[in-house]
């Protein structure tokens, strides 16, 4: 799906510049979707450190759709459809610690590999076609790991998953997701089709107007791009980092270490939890603030930029927390944000990354399942208890959610209710900027209506 040719529907098509706003309020998409989308496409149902031992399992739910993400005996990862091959009772929810999947219905049970292990009164079905214990296996669901993200596909003849994620692999992987650790996990159900909360993080072309108080000290100018099945989008770098936006009319500063010093303030107090944890650690916050003490004025920005990363490489390895070493081309293919088709997106910074993840809300499709995790390097003796809060309304919980992604919340569900208006003849994306958009819905038009 490399070169996705343009996808018509009636007289309209998605272009860079154009997307149907129906993509993400019609009911019609939303079955499509769920008939081929879903039950098609690879998608992350959890994170590995979520079943470190085995019998740890975590249950994932996608619209009508359950499945079982377990660690066996053996340290594998497996996944089965979550339900009975009796009468069709689901066996798990949420997530937990097993031995054995044990239906409470009738009591038939199976082995973490899924295998059956016991049928209550077994004599009665004697001379029963279809009877071995090789017919009534656990329904296994095929998957695989990247990054510390385990995914799943219901489809038995899926695409390879080393071809889907052969883009995300050659510019992620150098960044070793898989060493980072949740410090935070934060479930919502929002207002909006789970397109429209995805697509807020797809792009910088809002920063400006949504996130101002980014703009003393980040120029956002920005490309994005298509990867695959996936998208990405990059900064530009035409001014340094610590500098102001172009946009703001202000040169860049002889002297940026306040700037720098800034935008690491940001992530923590506009991005993090309570603590500051979120898009960076805490440690590196506090790291750079070495540069106003420890730097002479009238440094490079390079000088700067590179001194500030050396000091927070510096206090994780005092930690034993060992940072993956990029090249500038490496970086640079890397960029800062990527949605990994369908419903997954990385917005990383330093040592840390912004895991967002959203799926329907069962049958209601202009509401959604919304998952944010803070994902940071920390050494095994800062890794808190996993702890998963789930806000049945987001609004109730304003003062735990970091305010950066406050604004974002109100922000879809405006432009949920906005895409209904009559007035409205398609979506006009930046062809520039918002190429993760309309690429998106290429490959979603790939599934939907391919022949």
């Not at 049928?119 to 095929?142: F, H, K, N, T």
């Not at 990247?146 to 596909?153: A, L, Y």
């Not at 609004?395 to 970091?402: E, G, L, R, T």
Request: proline residues 5%; glycine residues 6%.
């Amino acid at each position: 799906m490399n070169d996705l040719s343009v996808v018509h529907r009636g007289e309209r098509a998605i272009r860079p510049d154009f997307v149907l706003q129906e993509d993400n309020i019609s009911a019609k998409v939303a079955q499509a979707e769920k008939q081929k989308l879903w039950s098609r496409a690879w998608q992350v149902a959890c994170r590995d450190e979520e079943i470190p031992r085995p019998g740890n399992f975590v249950t994932y739910d996608v619209i009508d759709q359950s499945i079982i993400v377990v660690r066996t005996e053996s340290g594998a990862i497996k996944a089965y459809h979550n339900v009975c091959m009796h009468r069709g009772r689901q066996l798990t929810a949420g997530c937990g610690t097993v031995n054995k999947f044990h239906c409470s219905f009738h009591g038939w049970q199976w082995n973490l590999d899924g295998e059956l292990l016991r049928i209550q009164d077994r004599d009665d079905w004697a001379g029963c076609p279809e009877m071995q214990d090789s017919d009534l296996g656990l329904s296994e669901v095929r998957s695989a790991t990247w990054g510390g993200f385990v995914f799943i596909n219901m489809d038995r003849n899926c695409e390879p998953f080393e071809q889907y994620i052969a883009p995300v692999q050659r510019a992620l992987g150098p960044m070793r997701f898989e060493e980072m650790r949740f410090a935070w996990y934060k479930t919502m159900v929002i207002k909006t089709n789970w397109k429209t909360a995805l697509e807020s993080f797809m792009e910088s072309y809002h920063v400006a107007s949504l996130h101002p108080q980014y703009l003393p000290m980040v120029d956002e100018a920005n490309k994005s791009f298509a990867e695959g099945q996936h998208g990405k989008h990059i900064y530009l770098l035409e001014r340094p980092m610590g500098a102001p936006s172009r946009r703001t009319g202000k040169p860049v500063p002889e002297d940026l270490r306040e700037g720098i010093v800034s935008v690491l303030n940001v992530f923590k107090e506009w991005v993090g939890d309570a603590e500051g944890k979120g898009q960076v650690t805490v440690r590196s916050a506090n790291a750079a603030q070495r540069v106003l003490s420890e730097l002479p004025a009238g440094l490079s920005a390079m000088d700067v930029t590179m001194a500030t990363v050396g000091f927070m490489i510096e206090a994780a390895a005092k930690e034993g927390v060992q940072w993956p070493i990029l090249t500038m081309e490496q970086v640079m293919d890397a960029g800062v944000d990527w949605n990994v088709f369908p419903n997954l997106v990385l917005v990383f910074a330093f040592d840390g990354c912004l895991v967002f993840r959203a799926r329907p809300n069962g049958d209601d499709h202009e509401s959604c399942v919304f998952d944010m995790w803070s994902i940071l390097r920390m050494a095994p003796h800062e890794v808190p208890k996993l702890e998963r809060e789930f806000y049945p309304d987001w609004k109730d919980h304003v003062a735990k959610i970091p305010p950066l992604l406050v604004q974002d919340l109100r922000n879809m569900e405006g432009v949920q209710r906005g895409m209904h208006s009559l007035g409205l003849k398609g979506l006009r994306t930046n062809p520039v900027q918002e190429v993760q958009i309309s690429h998106f819905h290429e490959v979603l038009h790939q599934y939907l209506y391919a022949k």
